[in-house]
């Protein structure tokens, strides 16, 4: 198993060069699942733990959250970015303080947005916005600054779809110290190559979430470092699960159970890997 500070130097370089996919487990079997694939590093995803725990997206408590980060990091083997929501907490100071808690978990990188929470007023001032993220690299250069810090801008999710004013929140977020920056819903080829170009040379993390658009080819191309899926898998999962328990409900019948992975198959897998982690019996 690599140390903590393996994983955050593995991530680290992740960043300097070429384009990587961080997928987005939702709880510890899709974790494990993903490192199997042989992905490099793995993104929480706040919207795939919150469904798993019966909450809405950006309902989940601060210890939860740590607590589910803290079992993903122990669990695997490679790097977890967390989805660290807007740091639950609105002022910097606070900010600092559950900044340095996420920290602690073992996580190599994390992300800050500039989501208030609130419909009526969804974003930050650009100032408080600018200064959270100051205040989170403060953080993690008092007690780990090797962590990458994400800063996300989340206009394009809450319909203020402005790619100036998004350039303008990343490019501030990097002078403020964010290692990588992120706007989720600006997936457009000529809005990414413009949030690409106004960061350079800082990475940029891009959202593909729906299929039929972009590939990772194509978003590397175009300069992306590295591609994120947030909430798709897990709802893919529930997709699935969704159409097979209202047939079941309504018609009596079982069809959706036919691409069903095999529990041999599974049951096989997660034994492999309960026993290399001293968590199962041979």
Not at 149 to 159: A, I, M, Q, S, Y
Request: charged share 25%; proline share 5%; with cysteine.
């Amino acid at each position: 198993m690599s140390t903590i500070s393996e994983k955050r130097l593995a991530f680290r370089q992740l960043h300097q060069s070429g384009c990587f996919v961080i997928p987005n487990p939702w709880d510890l079997g899709s974790a494990l699942y993903l490192q199997h694939l042989g992905f490099k590093a793995i993104a929480s995803s706040s919207a795939g733990f919150a469904f798993s725990q019966g909450l809405p997206d950006n309902f989940v408590p601060r210890d939860l959250m740590l607590g589910h980060l803290r079992e993903l990091v122990e669990a695997t083997d490679i790097p977890v970015n967390a989805d660290f929501e807007n740091g639950f907490a609105h002022d910097p100071e606070a900010l600092m303080e559950n900044v340095r808690l996420c920290v602690e978990t073992g996580v190599a990188g994390l992300s800050i947005e500039d989501s208030t929470g609130d419909k009526e007023k969804p974003l930050y001032d650009f100032d408080h916005a600018v200064a959270r993220i100051s205040a989170a690299r403060a953080s993690i250069e008092e007690i780990g600054h090797d962590v990458i810090l994400v800063g996300r801008t989340e206009g394009f999710l809450v319909g203020r779809d402005d790619l100036k004013e998004t350039i303008r929140r990343l490019t501030a977020f990097a002078e403020a110290g964010a290692d990588c920056l992120y706007a989720p819903g600006a997936d457009e080829p000529d809005q990414l190559e413009a949030i690409v170009k106004a960061v350079h040379p800082k990475p940029v993390n891009a959202l593909i979430s729906t299929p039929g658009g972009l590939t990772v080819d194509d978003v590397a191309k175009i300069g992306v470092r590295r591609v994120s899926v947030g909430g798709a898998l897990t709802r893919v999962a529930y997709g699935a699960f969704i159409r097979a328990a209202k047939e079941l409900a309504e018609s009596g019948t079982f069809g959706g159970f036919a691409d069903a992975a095999p529990h041999g198959e599974l049951n096989e897998f997660y034994r492999r890997i309960g026993q290399a982690a001293g968590r199962a019996k041979g």
